[in-house]
């Protein structure tokens, strides 16, 4: 990765009559990243994304993709972005080859070796109109269209959300030889966490319209983790625990979520209250769920 910002939002702010969406977002994504993000339904998420494609003009703030104003994108800024919204929506009477090739006519560096291997692996039916596609084949094709031209920045809008486990497993395999040389920006919303987990370098959680989290996913894996506390005498209903997320505690044992472990953490805890402290792993569904229970 290099330190180019592919994506920048200051102060972003975004309303709809008196409901604030979007409330002072700052978020910058370098080349490289391929970024989750997560957060419940109305969190934001897909307003954010619209803001920073230009599709939605924001009340607050600035947003800016490829080193341009959102709002006033230029034709050469938009050739280098791809973008599957979470409804596809194409030309009913053309046939997929010929949606194909009538996207492609409009990117002079469009892969067509790459689409048509797409279209195999992903089992389209080339010759079949757009119009009868079930959700699931209409949303591959989305994103072979998004993917033919290689583009810089890849905007994703929960993009697996109709296809089944297989179909998912092979668009994250695709994904992933897309983005594998790092020069090559991915920016998607999903709620399929352990999706986000093969594929994301950085994770943003979105709550209430803020950013509460963005950050190296691997860094995150590493300080959010679960302890499990069995003392030699009851706890009292005091018990606390520096950078606790959740604490549930009964008689001499406790089960406390903490932000950040470290070893005088656990030194001072095993001191304190003489105690047996187990340091367990939790995967990105569990880390999102503690997370998203903390109030900004």
């Known amino acids: ?81 791809g973008y599957v919204p979470q409804d596809v929506k194409l030309y009913p009477w053309m046939t997929v080859s010929q949606v194909i090739s009538y996207t492609a006519a409009f990117y002079p560096k469009w892969d067509l070796a790459l689409t048509d291997e797409l279209v195999r692996r992903w089992d389209l039916p080339a010759n079949q109109r757009v119009g009868p596609l079930s959700p699931g084949q209409l949303q591959k094709l989305g994103l072979i269209l998004a993917l033919g031209h290689r583009p810089d920045l890849l905007v994703l809008d929960e993009p697996v959300a109709a296809l089944d486990p297989i179909a998912r497993r092979e668009f994250l395999k695709s994904l992933l030889e897309v983005t594998q ?22 994770v943003a959680l979105l709550k209430g319209g803020k950013l509460a989290l963005f950050e190296d996913l691997d860094s995150v894996k590493d300080r959010v983790k679960r302890l499990r506390i069995r003392a030699e005498q009851v706890l009292p209903d005091a018990f606390a625990v520096a950078g606790a997320l959740r604490i549930e505690r009964e008689d ?6 903490v932000s950040n472990v470290n070893d005088q953490l656990l030194t001072d805890l095993k001191s304190r209250w003489h105690a047996d402290v187990i340091v367990e792993d939790l995967n990105l569904e569990e880390i999102f769920l503690e997370l998203h229970q903390v109030k900004l």
């Not at 920006?185 to 994301?200: N, Q, Y």
């Open 1 to 81: 990765m290099n330190n180019e910002v592919i994506i920048q939002a200051r102060g972003l702010g975004k309303r709809f009559g008196l409901k604030h969406v979007l409330e002072d977002l700052d978020l910058s994504v370098t080349r490289g990243m391929v970024v989750g993000l997560l957060g419940t339904n109305g969190s934001g998420k897909s307003t954010l994304l619209k803001c920073l494609l230009g599709l939605l003009k924001p009340t607050a703030g600035t947003a800016r993709i490829l080193n341009e104003d959102s709002w006033t994108l230029s034709g050469a800024a938009k050739a280098r972005l």
């Open 181 to 202: 040389d790092e020069q090559h920006t991915v920016l998607f919303s999903t709620h399929i966490t352990s999706d986000l987990e093969r594929v994301a370098s950085h």
């Open 252 to 257: 001499a044992t406790a089960l406390v979520a």
